[in-house]
């Protein structure tokens, strides 16, 4: 009987047992679901962008997210998104201004990135913040694969195999894989627009501008003028093509490269039907007009130019009229410094080959000096021979003589072999009000020359930086450092042993002053 007892006692420990386990196994499987899950995410595509108390733009502001930042969704209404932005709060963001996809999807994404450090020197912490220890420094060049990212910062692989996190604002993020653009410059809404401000060098963003940044919205209650006119003339040598609205012109001018083109953003505005045509200029081969967005109106005008041509905008008539005049660029009497940097005792970096910086530097600064003094410009160089001259004696040539410009040459070096590519390197700090003030000019003038490189040279594209560099800090004129090709890329350093190279490298900053110097500088 006591036996009996003891079965009947220990099969129903057994099935207590197995009820609880299944239960336990239930919310184990229960929990993998949810894990496994798919989620969605917004990544935000703009500069700025508001968060909103509600699915419109005309809820009120509760705060504001940059580019980069990626938030969980919780619902979808009318072309918004309700996303989550910590434990306790969430808010409404403009559809069309981020990109959305699933977690697993986001995974996948985050781990076939890299990032490019954009400054000369930045830190690389044991953690998400500028609290934490620096564990490492790295310089602008250099690239890391990214294991994850926390708000602004990015987890990556060290090149001693262990982990640091990169502060987002000091750096550009690419994917492995880009997807090609169709190249089409009247529709394609990725196409170049003109910058933002670079960031310093310090670890937290300085801000550039004197007031709020604007956001990438477009308030409900902004004025829609309608395009009435735009016509062409041709008088004295002088091509001017004339654009009217029924209200205050607000626009963006830039140029693009192969073919040359000229193209201006009009703001808030509708192209009321007016269709592309043909002329009869020089300069103007043909004018291109299209409604290029929607959300905010911006009709974009494309000037389809013969040659590389000299351009100035005027805005008259209350701002209703603007009138761009096209003639012959020139370079003629202005005076340029060329730098050849190192020389002497120093030789710059050396490459992996035993190529010294400071011979291709001096090489292809005469080379440049030759194709700038026939186009007229008055050229001087720092050096002419293997001799040193120091860094503030440099800028003090440049000062000195009044330059227009200054030109430092260079060529980069990495500790890391694979980092390669052309990049061209500005300075002008919000903190510094006397470079500050030239902020356009060096900027315009790095953007124009890199630009020529990039199109003319075999090397990846790795923009325009900005950087404290003793040079372009000292010198009073705007002023643009070159980094041709890595002297520790066996690709690039043979590229750099080249005389055609250095012939296109000289051709290549020729031409971007050229274009610096037609933009009315």
């Not at 004197?210 to 006119?229: F, G, Q, R, S, W």
């Not at 299209?290 to 130019?305: G, H, K």
């Not at 590519?421 to 500050?436: I, N, R």
């Amino acid at each position: 009987m006591a036996e009996k007892k003891c079965k009947t006692l220990f099969l129903i420990g057994i099935i207590f047992t197995l009820f609880f386990l299944g239960t336990f196994i239930q919310v184990d499987c229960a929990e993998a679901v949810l894990i496994t899950q798919k989620r969605e995410t917004a990544t935000v595509k703009s500069g700025y962008l508001n968060i909103r108390t509600g699915p419109g733009m005309g809820f009120s502001k509760i705060d504001r997210v940059s580019k980069g930042q990626q938030f969980s969704i919780i619902k979808k209404s009318g072309g918004w998104y309700n996303v989550s932005l910590d434990s306790a709060k969430d808010g409404w963001i403009a559809g069309w201004l981020v990109d959305v996809n699933d977690a697993s999807q986001e995974t996948d994404y985050v781990t076939s990135r890299y990032l490019l450090v954009k400054e000369s020197i930045v830190n690389i912490r044991s953690g998400p913040g500028t609290g934490y220890e620096i564990v490492s420094k790295t310089r602008a060049g250099e690239q890391f694969s990214i294991l994850s990212q926390e708000d602004q910062w990015y987890q990556i692989i060290t090149s001693d195999g262990s982990s640091g996190w990169i502060a987002g604002w000091l750096v550009e993020v690419h994917a492995l894989n880009t997807p090609s653009r169709d190249g089409n410059d009247l529709y394609d809404h990725s196409g170049p627009q003109p910058e933002e401000p670079e960031i310093t060098e310090t670890e937290e963003p300085e801000t550039t501008e004197t007031e709020e940044p604007e956001t990438a919205e477009t308030d409900p209650d902004t004025n829609i003028h309608v395009l009435k006119d735009i016509d062409f003339i041709r008088v004295d040598g002088k091509e001017t093509i004339v654009i009217e609205s029924e209200g205050e012109i607000t626009y963006k001018l830039f140029t693009l490269k192969n073919p040359e083109r000229l193209v201006i953003d009009i703001e808030n505005t509708d192209i009321n039907d007016i269709k592309d045509f043909d002329t009869d200029g020089r300069y103007v081969e043909q004018i291109r007009v299209a409604q290029f967005s929607l959300t905010p109106m911006v009709v974009r005008v494309v000037i389809d130019l013969n040659m590389t041509s000299a351009y100035k905008p005027v805005l008259n008539d209350e701002g209703r009229t603007l009138k761009v005049t096209i003639t012959e660029p020139s370079i003629k009497d202005k005076v340029i410094v060329i730098d050849p940097g190192h020389g002497g005792y120093d030789p710059g970096a050396i490459g992996v080959s035993g190529l010294e910086e400071k011979g291709f530097n001096l090489e292809t600064a005469l080379l440049l000096k030759n194709n700038l003094e026939a186009l007229g410009a008055e050229v001087i160089l720092t050096r002419d021979d293997d001799t040193f001259i120091s860094l503030t004696g440099r800028a003090v040539i440049a000062n000195e003589v009044y330059a227009d410009v200054f030109v430092s040459i260079h060529a980069n070096a990495s500790e890391q072999s694979f980092t390669n590519g052309t990049s061209t390197y500005f300075y002008a700090p919000s903190s510094d009000p006397v470079l500050y003030a030239q902020y356009a000019e060096r900027r315009q003038l790095a953007g124009f020359v890199q630009n020529r490189l990039a199109d003319s040279l075999e090397t990846r594209d790795i923009g325009v930086l900005q950087s404290n560099l003793a040079v372009l800090r000292n010198t009073k004129m705007p002023s643009i450092l070159v980094e041709a090709a890595f002297l520790s890329n066996a690709a690039d350093e043979r590229l750099l042993k080249k005389q055609q190279f250095r012939e296109e490298v000289a051709q290549g900053i020729a031409e971007g002053l050229l274009d610096y110097f037609a933009a009315g500088n």
